[in-house]
């Protein structure tokens, strides 16, 4: 059984810092694709990051980029997200998704095959 579990998630004032990370297990984490998405009160699931199976490609958002970076070490089978100058709007669920090597559109979620429960992120102004 596929599991990712995501933690690192709570409340920070605008311009600080959260780690989340997303622990996979039940796949051969090395080799698939993974994707961090979110999703804020009351607006549809959004593309944050993609990070490919090997970590050498990595794609963000353009409402991320310079702030937010991810990672990830197959040998913990984890997968990170660094956040940095958190603000408001970043406020959401962060969900982490695998999906196959080959996905061709990594930034919709309809591509990804597995999805874990979400963590809380909070920006307070």
């Known amino acids: 059984q596929v599991q990712l579990v995501e933690s690192g998630g709570g409340l920070v004032q605008a311009g600080g810092s959260l780690r989340l990370s997303c622990a996979a297990s039940?796949?051969?984490?090395?080799?698939?694709?993974m994707g961090w998405f979110r999703q804020a009160p009351d607006k549809e699931r959004e593309f944050v990051t993609y990070?490919?199976?090997?970590?050498?490609?990595?794609y963000y958002a353009d409402s991320v980029k310079g702030r937010l970076t991810i990672s990830r070490d197959n040998a913990k089978n984890t997968v990170y997200l660094q956040m940095n100058s958190l603000k408001p709007e970043d406020t959401a669920v962060y969900y982490c998704?695998?999906?196959?090597?080959?996905?061709?559109?990594?930034?919709?979620?309809?591509?990804?095959?597995?999805w874990g429960q979400g963590t809380q992120v909070t920006v307070s102004s």
């Open positions: 998704a695998a999906g196959r090597p080959n996905l061709l559109q990594w930034n919709r979620g309809s591509e990804y095959n597995y």
């Open positions: 039940g796949l051969t984490f090395s080799s698939y694709a």
């Open positions: 990070i490919n199976w090997n970590g050498r490609n990595t």
